[in-house]
């Protein structure tokens, strides 16, 4: 609210100062009770008479200042404004009461609709302080866009030429100097009437009436589905249709907020470069002229909704807010740098009166020198003979000193000398302490080791007994088993002997065998003692003898 009241008191201030005939900075009552009537028509203020009659009652105080016209402005007017007006028609009612008066009578390259846009762009642009003036900064932004608009080039040189003849005893230009400066075309040359209106327009839109972006599109209708041309006009918060760009025939509106968004769709149906707008009921499908439109409008309603998002102002509004925060912050920075050149400036002049008065004191000095001149000769060979001294007692204080430094260096050095004997002897008694623990350790452990070799030769002599029985044993078997041996071989070649003899004497003699479990053969001497399979071996033997005979 508090930006609103800034921005009708701006408009109100040329009304007040309108009205101001003879310049003395008051109005009179009358005119004024006129003035706030008209105010709370077009703010749509409720308008409260006796409080009017009664703040501008007729008595002998005369015309009212526009300090004492604020109060009433602000309790019964401003305070009460909310943003339901038409913003135009309130612009429009403060212009009238001004623009005879200070509209200059010099032909313009402009109507004075388009002189009305341009004190309402003032308005928004200027400084917030009064007399309302537009800054240097402000008219380059102004111009450049002014100059974008007509499809032109933005002349730097020219403008810099211009601030240069640029009256150094004003911060910038008034309303009314303003028109004029766009009036006379000089930043316009070549561009005719129309061309400039139209750019006067274009930025009136864009930074009055907050229009982001406007063109003509086809939009498919919810109903009938049918393809209509319209003019698009897109606001902060809304986006508004109409039949042509004169704005007056209204088809509707598609209301934005932050859960809106804006998609690319394929052709289809004969129609290309289409986009769609969803939001909280209805969705919208728009068709553009060229891809390059298409992309443009749907960067500009997406950082529309991105906008609602943050709650951020419009752009415009946004970057006039930076550039006039960064002015105050240079203001502020120029008025500190004027301070400290005044606080410099004025330590400076004590500077130069202390240098004056030791100028002063040093020429009164002189002149007492001068007439001192010959006592002091008296006594320049006993100050030579101090200098001498002095020279001397240096000297001295200097081998003293010196003494003294290297006493101190000495002393450090001893004093890290035994600290490092202290570390030393400490890490000494440590190590010292670790090899008597170690010899223990080692006694210890050869201790256990000549008693474990004790043990292991008493078990290796033990070994060495039982080999050594082991081998008187091992021998005695043998020679037992060369005893027996030899018994088997006798016993052996007996045997066989015996076989020998029973063989060539078959039938006669008859080892002593035992008996088969099979039945004995019957022969002419009684029962055989032979077996079947022994007489079919003997039939063989003799049947080989017979035919070898």
């Known amino acids: 609210m508090g930006g609103l009241k800034d921005e009708l008191l701006k408009a109100i201030w040329h009304a007040f100062t309108a009205l101001d005939l003879d310049r003395s900075g008051k109005v009179s009552k ?34 009212v200042s526009n300090q004492g016209y604020m109060p009433y402005l602000n309790k019964f007017i401003l305070e009460k404004v909310q943003d ?71 002349q730097q040189e020219q403008f810099e030429h211009y601030k240069i003849n640029f009256d150094d005893n004003k911060d910038g230009l008034s309303a009314w100097e303003l028109i004029e400066l766009i009036g006379n075309g000089q930043f316009s040359k070549g561009m005719d009437r129309q061309t400039v209106s139209m750019a006067i327009n274009e930025v009136f ?17 919810h109903k009938r589905k049918n393809w209509t041309e319209r003019w698009f006009v897109l606001k902060p918060n809304i986006i508004s249709y109409y039949v042509s760009e004169d704005l007056k025939d209204k088809k509707g509106d ?86 400290q050149m005044k606080e410099l400036q004025a330590a400076n002049e004590n500077k130069q009166q202390e ?22 000769e008296q006594y320049l060979q006993r100050v030579r003979e101090l200098e001498d001294m002095y020279l001397k007692l240096q000297e001295a204080l200097e081998d003293e000193r010196q003494a003294r430094q290297d006493e101190e260096t000495v002393r450090k050095l001893q004093a890290r000398l035994l600290e490092e004997e202290s570390s030393k002897r400490a890490e000494l008694e440590k ?37 050594e029985q082991l081998e008187l044993e091992r021998k005695q078997a043998l020679e037992q088993y060369e005893g027996v041996k030899r018994k088997l071989e006798m016993a052996t070649n007996t045997t066989k002997s015996w076989k020998d003899k029973v063989a060539h004497h078959e039938g006669l003699i008859r080892l002593i065998e035992p008996g088969s479990k099979n039945p004995h053969l019957i022969t002419n001497w009684g029962p055989a003692a032979f077996t079947q399979a022994e007489l079919e071996e003997r039939e063989k033997s003799w049947k080989e003898k017979k035919t070898t005979d």
């Not at 839109?205 to 209708?221: F, R």
């Not at 350790?441 to 060495?464: G, H, I, N, P, S």
């Open 205 to 221: 839109n864009e930074l009055i009436l907050d229009v982001l972006k406007q063109g003509y599109m086809m939009k498919k209708g």
């Open 30 to 63: 009358s005119q004024l009770k006129v003035l706030s009537h008209n105010l709370c028509t077009v703010l749509k203020v409720p308008h409260d008479p006796v409080a009017l009659e009664e703040h501008f009652r007729d008595d002998d105080e005369g015309p």
């Open 254 to 339: 598609i209301m934005l907020d932050e859960n809106c968004c804006v998609e690319s769709l394929p052709d289809k149906d004969g129609k290309k470069c289409l986009f769609l707008i969803k939001c909280f009921d209805k969705t919208f499908e728009i068709s553009a002229s060229d891809k390059k439109k298409k992309q443009e409008w749907i960067q500009a309603i997406h950082s529309t909704i991105h906008l609602l998002k943050l709650g951020s102002p419009p752009p415009h509004k946004e970057a006039r807010q930076r550039r006039k925060e960064l002015r105050r912050k240079l203001l502020a920075e120029q008025e500190e740098l004027e301070r």
């Open 355 to 376: 240098l004056e008065s030791v100028r002063k004191i040093r020429q009164q000095m002189e002149e007492q020198v001068a007439q001192k001149s010959s006592e002091l």
């Open 84 to 154: 339901n007006f038409d913003k135009i028609e309130f612009n429009r009612m403060c212009w009238t009461l001004c623009v005879k008066k200070n509209l200059t009578k010099s032909p313009l390259l402009i109507t004075e609709d388009d002189a009305f846009k341009v004190w309402v762009i003032f308005n928004f642009l200027s400084e917030d302080k009064y007399p309302l003036i537009i800054v240097p900064e402000e008219i380059e932004y102004l111009l450049k866009k002014l100059t974008e608009a007509m499809g032109g080039g933005w």
């Open 431 to 467: 190590w010292h302490l670790a090899q008597q623990q170690a010899i223990q350790t080692t006694e210890a452990e050869k201790q256990e080791l000549e008693q474990q070799r004790v043990l292991k030769e008493q078990a290796l002599q033990e070994a060495m007994a039982q080999l």
